[in-house]
């Protein structure tokens, strides 16, 4: 996911709002001011993202997925509309380190070992003397949480795309972050490991238990890992359907077998079906 293009107005922030990430009637244009250009990639969106919560964002390609991420990110302006996260705007949550951003590709520093490129962020915010008193998680706790016990001195070319993938969670966790944001983060992983850091990312959840807004091209992947499955259809990029997946946790790899993830992902489907069309 790369910096887009900002729209015209500035977000502002609901205070009165209690979810994790509220947003409400959100629309975004791009190539606002050039009505040759212009598109309206998410419009009439509103979402409450409960604290604690896993929610999913699935839908075709053109839906507004990313774009939905990135105004929560404050990487991109909405046009109008409002968001806010814990009542904050997206910009001072962002500065404060309080927003977790896991990407398809890790982007990690290649000349900096795993343990360094956890800390980084941490030692970016805390040069910008932010809240010197913030809490922070342990890098190497973390390490080991995400399975990298034994390679905190390795550096990026030295790990598989999974583990750098890992690395890359490691460090989104590592300011204690709000939420966490994460765009495809498994899409570049062959098949086997994408269903295998799935399962990691469940383990880690439950172990820290952040508010998650996660895009997907999967279904499956999103009805394992989620609370609510937000359904968007494309032209404009709006919420077609929210699902609530009931399937009990603690989830693993063994609830892709159930009946019960069979028949969410199928209901899932059949939606997804309509909206495509
Ligand atoms: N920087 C941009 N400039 C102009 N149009 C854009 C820009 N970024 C996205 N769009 C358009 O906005 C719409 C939503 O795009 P977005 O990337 O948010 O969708 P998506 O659901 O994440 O797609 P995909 O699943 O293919 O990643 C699409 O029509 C897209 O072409």
């Known amino acids: 996911m790369s910096i887009a293009e900002p729209a015209a107005a500035p977000t502002t922030a609901d205070a009165g709002s209690s979810s994790a990430i509220s947003i409400r009637d959100l629309r975004v244009v791009y190539g606002v001011g050039d009505a040759s250009r212009a598109v309206t990639a ?11 919560s896993f929610v999913s964002l699935v839908g ?17 302006r909405p046009t ?4 806010a996260i814990g009542g904050r705007p997206p910009s001072a949550m962002r500065e404060e380190g309080r927003v977790g951003f896991v990407f398809q590709q890790a982007n990690l520093m290649p000349w900096l070992k795993a343990r360094d490129n956890v800390s980084l962020l941490r030692r970016i915010v805390k040069g910008r003397g932010l809240a010197a ?18 390679f905190e001195d390795k550096r990026p070319s030295e790990l598989s795309g999974g583990m750098q993938q890992r690395v890359a969670l490691a460090r989104a966790l590592a300011l204690d972050p709000n939420i966490l944001l994460m765009d495809e983060p498994f899409a570049a992983l062959d098949e ?8 990691e990312l ?19 992947e999103a009805v394992l890992l989620s609370d609510k499955v937000v359904l968007m259809a494309a032209r404009p990029g709006r919420i077609h359907q929210i699902f609530d997946v009931s399937i009990p946790r603690p989830r693993d790899r063994e609830t892709r077998l159930t009946d019960a993830f069979h028949e969410t992902v199928r209901e ?7 909206v495509m069309a």
Do not use: N, Q
Not at 133 to 150: K, Q, W, Y
């Open 202 to 220: 469940l383990r880690v959840w439950s172990r820290y238990r952040k508010t998650v807004l996660f895009v997907t091209h999967s279904l499956e």
């Open 80 to 83: 109008s509309g409002h968001v």
């Open 133 to 150: 008193d913030r809490a922070v998680l342990d890098v190497d706790e973390l390490l080991s949480v995400v399975g990298l016990e034994g």
């Open 42 to 52: 998410v419009e009439a969106v509103d979402l409450e993202v409960e604290e604690g």
């Open 192 to 199: 086997i490991t994408r269903e295998r850091m799935a399962v």
């Open 268 to 274: 899932v489907s059949r939606e997804l079906y309509k």
């Open 60 to 76: 075709p390609s053109g839906c507004g997925k990313s774009t939905l991420l990135k105004v929560v990110a404050d990487l991109l």
